[in-house]
């Protein structure tokens, strides 16, 4: 079945790079990815990754997965305040339900 | 104009009332669903629809009903709500593959008290 999972909360300090990160459980995950929610707003899509890749880079944002171990992690390189927000991890398989199955969310507070 | 609109964004309403949360959308896509978020749980499927014809249940659809009264429109039902219906809800859409994300609303609150 499909399950994702994350951590819960993270914090860093301003300038710092965030890297949060999730596991999955469904091999068949063949596309998975990372959105942002801030306060009051809707989910706003970050960056997504394919399965036949390792690392993809935009920007800020870094994702590297490890398939192997069914790990996902999204690395924000100079975290700004701005960044504070809920980052929910989420997979879409070719199978089953075919709809996007969401992790719990991390909640990122970046501290000046 | 918003690709995903859903109204109301707020609402309160009693136990045992039936309401509706209504979402359209801009984009021209096929598909369409209906997310509910609980704080530490994330987001979990209600209903997803492939089409006007094909709608499917998610993870989660007990006490739930929709609607696809268009390609453009996907409502959901709650034919007598109870408080641990109390959450946010999210209406999303995307293209026939869904490969490239969703699309979101900025949801609608719902209390029921």
């Known amino acids: 079945g499909e399950d994702v999972e994350q951590s819960l909360f993270l914090s860093v300090r301003e300038g710092d790079s965030s890297v949060i990160n999730c596991t999955y459980t469904d091999s068949s995950s063949t596309y998975l990815y990372w959105y942002k929610q801030e306060p009051g707003a809707g989910l706003q899509l970050l960056t997504y990754i394919f399965s036949n890749m390792d690392m993809k880079q935009d920007q800020r944002l870094t994702v590297l997965l490890n398939k192997k171990d069914k790990h996902l992690s999204l690395r924000i390189a100079d975290t700004q305040t701005g960044d504070s927000a809920i980052y929910f991890c989420a997979e879409l398989t070719d199978t089953g339900r075919r709809a996007l199955t969401f992790g719990s969310g991390t909640r990122l507070q970046v501290q000046p | 104009d918003a690709d995903v609109t859903q109204t109301p964004r707020n609402r309160i309403t009693k136990t045992g009332k039936r309401i509706m949360l209504e979402c359209s959308q801009t984009k021209g896509h096929d598909r369409m669903y209906w997310y509910r978020q609980d704080p530490g749980l994330g987001l979990r499927l209600i209903y997803y629809?492939?089409?006007?014809?094909?709608?499917n249940k998610g993870e989660i659809s007990d006490g739930y009903s929709v609607s696809r009264q268009a390609q453009a429109k996907f409502s959901l039902s709650l034919e007598s709500a109870i408080p641990n219906q109390t959450a946010l809800y999210f209406c999303?859409?995307?293209?026939?593959?869904?490969?490239?994300?969703?699309?979101f609303g900025s949801g609608t609150r719902l209390t029921v008290v």
């Open positions: 999303a859409t995307s293209d026939l593959t869904g490969y490239y994300g969703y699309t």
């Open positions: 629809s492939f089409d006007v014809k094909d709608i």
